[in-house]
């Protein structure tokens, strides 16, 4: 998946520049929606997943929140720490419970789990909240019902990627903007963000 990210048209968005990052604002999928959604069906097919689009009635609201410590990364050959880390990831989730009793609220590093199992839980939530970088590709494995919840630091504000995959896959994209960005260090105002997932959960 991450050789997709940098090299495939949708994320192309994020490396060439303003121009290109407009035309995929509004880029309407055609002719590479079919493939990703092709793709996507035979990945939850081989972790033994079905889809089911009618939401139950009574059903508890499922929320995973995808949190995010340093980890490495290559720039070409040459491993580098990537220091964006999601300092306040913890008191979201126990304030998402807190706000919400009666949704499950679930807080997950998805590189301790194996791949199937992060798909698994990508498939059975209803509202996918992430800091914008890698683990929100697990968008795609979302439901039609669910919505992905895009936290967007100001480097990335008008990076088109991930409004650009969950719009090719059908899939509601929200992006919430409070992020407070310091050098390596992020931090989400949750009053603001509990605010806007009252209309969500």
């Known amino acids: 998946l991450v050789p997709w990210a940098y090299a495939a048209t ?12 407009q035309k995929c604002s509004t880029c309407d999928g055609h002719g590479i929606e079919n493939d990703l959604k092709s793709f996507r069906r035979r990945v939850v097919s081989a972790c033994s997943l079905t889809d089911n689009d009618s939401v139950k009635k009574n059903k508890k609201t499922n929320v995973i929140v995808i949190k ?26 126990e304030r998402i419970q807190s706000e919400f009793p009666n949704a499950n609220v679930t807080g997950i590093y998805a590189e301790d789990l194996s791949l199937c199992d992060q798909v698994a839980l990508a498939h059975d939530t209803d509202v996918l909240i992430g800091m914008h970088g890698a683990g929100l590709v697990h968008l795609w494995w979302l439901q039609k019902h669910a919505v992905i919840v895009e936290l967007i630091p100001r480097s990335q504000r008008g990076n088109a990627a991930f409004i650009t995959l969950a719009k090719l896959l059908g899939i509601k994209h929200k992006g919430f903007t409070q992020v407070l960005e310091k050098k390596t260090i992020v931090n989400v105002n949750v009053n603001l963000l509990l605010k806007d997932l009252s209309s969500l959960i």
Do not use: H, T
């Open 10 to 21: 949708p994320f192309r968005c994020k490396m060439d520049g303003a121009a290109l990052r």
């Open 68 to 93: 995010r410590k340093q980890y490495n990364r290559r720039i070409g050959d040459v491993p580098k720490v990537f220091p964006r880390v999601w300092q306040n990831s913890d008191e979201v989730v």
